[in-house]
């Protein structure tokens, strides 16, 4: 079972729409969660991150994070074009010093 | 603060070549990690390092090797480089932040081994 999942394919929204990205996890344990935005050619940009249940809004951007269900979620409200790009869902396992285990990532194309 | 840096931004190396991948970081960051990408994936940790003297290997460190004699320099170095190391290189440092610990990445280094 890999750390960390992201099954989605490419994800097409319309300029405007809300964009939807799940991630699961499998270590229970896992206390610390990210959202990384990646655009091509460039390096992964933090953009969430999330510690307890619940939601977290942040500007255009809510994550949401269940522990009973290893389920964490990114919803990109009004989408942009500047919002094409790679989503990376990344976990910090509750051993191994800190070091993010990585989904690997769905592609968001937004639409004009 | 310039944050990660990494040089160089592009290599092509030759199968059995080798080559020092440079990373440095002005936060005063302990952790500091080595992550390589392959088109399409996810990043796979090769090397990580939570303070000067101190390395540890990630999933993937077959053929790589590290140092940490400084907290602001965590060098990659690639010994005997073959075709399977291809692949774009990021270094990221790390320190907590807001209940957990945020990392922060390097522009990263594309690598071509022919």
């Known amino acids: 079972q890999k750390e960390v999942e992201q099954n989605s394919g490419p994800l097409s929204v319309p300029e405007g729409a809300i964009a939807s990205l799940n991630c699961t996890y499998s270590?229970?344990?896992?206390?610390?969660f990210f959202w990384y935005r990646q655009y091509s050619g460039k390096s992964p940009e933090l953009i969430m991150s999330?510690?307890?249940?619940g939601d977290k809004e942040d500007g255009r951007f809510t994550a949401q994070l269940n522990k009973a269900s290893q389920y964490v979620s990114l919803l990109i409200r009004d989408s942009q074009p500047s919002d094409s790009a790679t989503y990376l869902c990344a976990v910090i396992p509750a051993y191994g010093n800190n070091r993010l285990a990585f989904g690997k990532g769905n592609q968001v194309v937004v639409i004009p | 603060n310039a944050g990660v840096t990494q040089t160089p931004k592009f290599r092509i190396l030759k199968i059995g070549q080798s080559m020092t991948l440079q990373c440095t970081q002005d936060m005063n960051h302990n952790y500091m990690y080595w992550y390589r990408q392959d088109p399409g994936m996810g990043l796979k940790l090769i090397y990580y390092?939570?303070?000067?003297?101190?390395?540890d290997k990630g999933e993937v460190p077959n053929g790589y090797n590290v140092s940490r004699s400084t907290t602001e320099d965590f060098p990659l170095r690639l010994e005997l480089a073959a075709p399977s190391q291809t692949s774009v290189y990021f270094c990221?440092?790390?320190?907590?932040?807001?209940?957990?610990?945020?990392?922060?990445f390097g522009p990263g280094t594309r690598l071509t081994v022919t």
């Open positions: 999330i510690y307890s249940n």
């Open positions: 990221a440092s790390s320190y907590p932040q807001g209940g957990g610990w945020q990392q922060y």
């Open positions: 270590d229970r344990g896992s206390q610390s």
């Open positions: 390092s939570v303070g000067a003297g101190i390395t």
